[in-house]
């Protein structure tokens, strides 16, 4: 459920209202009562297909006995509502938006019942991550752009506080813009005004109509929302500050990629850092724009760069040997022998294995730290995007693993995206994230991959990697994307980051690699693209595209061997590992000997 980007610059444009002078946007109660019924019963049903799964069962029935209550329905309708929400009578999901379509109110503007939507959801200052997957649902049955509830959400936030306009808008363009965000904000306010006779924000529907609701909305009342979308601190995750020392970890930091404020963040980890144009975190989310309010996380610099600057020794030194190999070895997928890999390569094993090794048990321990930053809200009580590659993926794993354990663990992440991920591949260890997501989870991989099979080459054959392949758990969460066409080594990861992004259907910024685009925040200027990069990333490339990228002359990507039986690679440890840890990806160990890793 990849959203655009809801900066100022590119929102799509605002609706009108249907009367003009005093504000009278029709919100859901205003429908005819049948009508209201069918609303609240397409949101049902739409919850138990988006959230089948029981540990979700008691939001989806409170969320719909709140909106029977929201929408002023009688309390006989209540029973019907919970049977929709618990998984009866989904065959009428089309009959009830068609219904819908059909009210005079939504027929001209669908729109309004994505605002009278999220105006609910948000009435306690908290926005739930299933609530968001499930108005993002409803954008895609009333064919609405998902840009406008980017705009529906950033007005809302608009009428909470004071936004300073852009210093290089125009006169005119700012004068436009603040009078569509005051039309937007008395229409989202009548909404919020009249839950409970307006005691949610301590003013009445008398009085929030006009600008002195919205003064009174942007005093106590507004800073009791803020503080429960925000965190008491306010200030974001750029406020977290690691007190002490945790465990092995030694660097844990969030860095903003954008300077705006949104009821929806984004985290990127970044999964090795390099000399050059990618020594910092932020380099490769230079085109990220899934959110106004990015973050990139900057852990473990020394032992990261340790790892960079390793993968490229080892590439850059084997690119002759292996250009003449691949001619004589075929593309496998998953893991390779030990035995079939060629001495040359074997030789140098020691340039990468102790650094991939360190960072293995490092990444592990940073994922585990950043879901208890995330469990404790110190974002606020909104939803989270996580994407990473390489071993920033292997964080996020980590993260997941460790909040499934956690009982309040759900509605806080809305999708994440792991890309060449060097972590278990079996569907049973992903099944726990299925109640910690409640939007995508999105596996982006490379069978061609060569060097991350080689750094599992001690593990037994029939070991799954998830970024060697897809992840075949049954759940309308999981999307395996083949990027064999768009990575065209391990490396690519952080170079093709733009076209990746595009692929997997997160939104980027449009021309960002145009000359003379300024970068995020810490990034470092742009230089010429890598020869083995895709040919164009410009933004005419749309998620459903598949760039063609050359790839012939990276050595990352060369085929792997296929000369001996994978069955006789040595087997050590209990469960089909060999003496070297490195090769589990569960295994968060830095010494030799048997590993803990899952039965």
């Not at 844990?252 to 970044?270: D, K, S, V």
Request: proline share 6%; net charge negative.
């Amino acid at each position: 459920m990849a959203t655009c980007n809801s900066s100022s610059e590119g929102l799509p444009p605002v609706a009108e209202p249907a009367v003009e002078g005093e504000p009278h946007l029709p919100v859901g109660r205003e429908l005819a009562e049948a009508n209201r019924f069918a609303y609240a019963a397409l949101c049902g049903i739409s919850l138990s297909q988006l959230f089948p799964e029981p540990e979700q069962s008691s939001f989806c029935t409170e969320f719909v006995a709140g909106l029977v209550k929201w929408l002023e329905l009688p309390g006989a309708v209540l029973p019907t509502m919970t049977a929709f929400a618990n998984g009866l009578g989904g065959e009428g999901a089309d009959v009830f938006a068609a219904i819908l379509l059909k009210d005079p109110i939504l027929k001209d503007d669908p729109l309004v019942i994505i605002q009278d939507l999220l105006s609910f959801s948000l009435q306690d200052g908290c926005y739930d991550a299933r609530a968001r997957v499930l108005i993002c649902h409803m954008t895609s049955l009333f064919r609405v752009p998902v840009g406008e509830l980017d705009l529906l959400e950033e007005t809302f936030l608009e009428s909470l506080k004071e936004t300073k306009e852009e210093e290089s808008e125009t006169a005119e363009a700012s004068r436009k813009k603040k009078e569509n965000r005051r039309k937007w904000k008395r229409y989202l306010l009548i909404g919020l005004a009249t839950v409970g006779g307006g005691t949610v924000i301590g003013v009445t529907g008398a009085t929030i109509i006009g600008s002195a609701g919205a003064a009174a909305l942007g005093s106590v009342a507004g800073i009791a929302v803020l503080t429960s979308l925000f965190g008491a601190a306010g200030a974001g995750l750029t406020g977290y500050k690691m007190k002490k020392r945790v465990g092995a970890i030694e660097e844990f930091t969030f860095l903003p990629l954008t300077e705006g404020r949104q009821l929806h963040i984004t985290i990127a980890i970044t999964g090795w850092l390099a000399s050059g144009k990618y020594r910092t975190f932020s380099a490769p989310w230079a085109a990220l724009a899934r959110s106004r309010e990015q973050y990139c996380l900057a852990w473990e610099a020394k032992y990261l760069m340790e790892l960079g600057n390793a993968l490229e020794t080892i590439l850059s030194g084997l690119a002759n040997m292996v250009a003449q190999e691949a001619l004589k070895y075929t593309v496998l997928s998953g893991i390779v022998a030990a035995l079939t890999w060629p001495a040359s390569l074997l030789t140098v094993a020691n340039v990468i294995d102790n650094p991939w090794g360190v960072c293995l048990h490092r990444s592990a321990e940073v994922g585990k730290h950043l879901a208890h930053i995330l469990l404790s809200r110190q974002q606020g009580r909104r939803p989270v995007t996580l994407i990473g590659f390489s071993l920033g993926a292997r964080v996020i794993y980590f993260c997941l693993q460790e909040m499934a354990q956690e009982k309040d663990c759900q509605g806080i992440i809305e999708d994440v995206v792991l890309l060449g991920a060097p972590v278990e591949g079996e569907a049973k260890h992903w099944e726990p994230f299925r109640k910690v997501v409640s939007g995508r989870i999105i596996n982006g991989y490379c069978r061609g991959d060569w060097l991350l099979s080689f750094v599992y080459r001690t593990s037994s054959v029939q070991l799954r990697v998830a970024g060697l392949q897809p992840v075949l758990l049954q759940d309308r969460r999981v999307e395996n994307v083949d990027l064999s066409s768009v990575v065209s080594g391990h490396l690519d990861y952080a170079k093709q980051m733009d076209v990746i992004l595009k692929t997997v259907g997160i939104h980027t910024k449009p021309g960002w690699d145009e000359k003379g685009l300024l970068l995020a925040p810490g990034s470092l200027p742009q230089e010429e693209p890598h020869q083995t990069a895709a040919a164009s990333s410009s933004g005419k490339t749309t998620p459903g595209d598949s760039p063609k990228v050359a790839t012939a002359t990276d050595p990352s990507r060369a085929p792997v061997p296929a000369g001996l039986d994978p069955a006789e690679s040595p087997q050590i440890c209990s469960h089909g590992m060999g003496p070297n840890p490195l090769g589990c990806p569960d295994c968060a160990s830095e010494t030799q000997g048997p590993c803990a890793g899952l039965d």
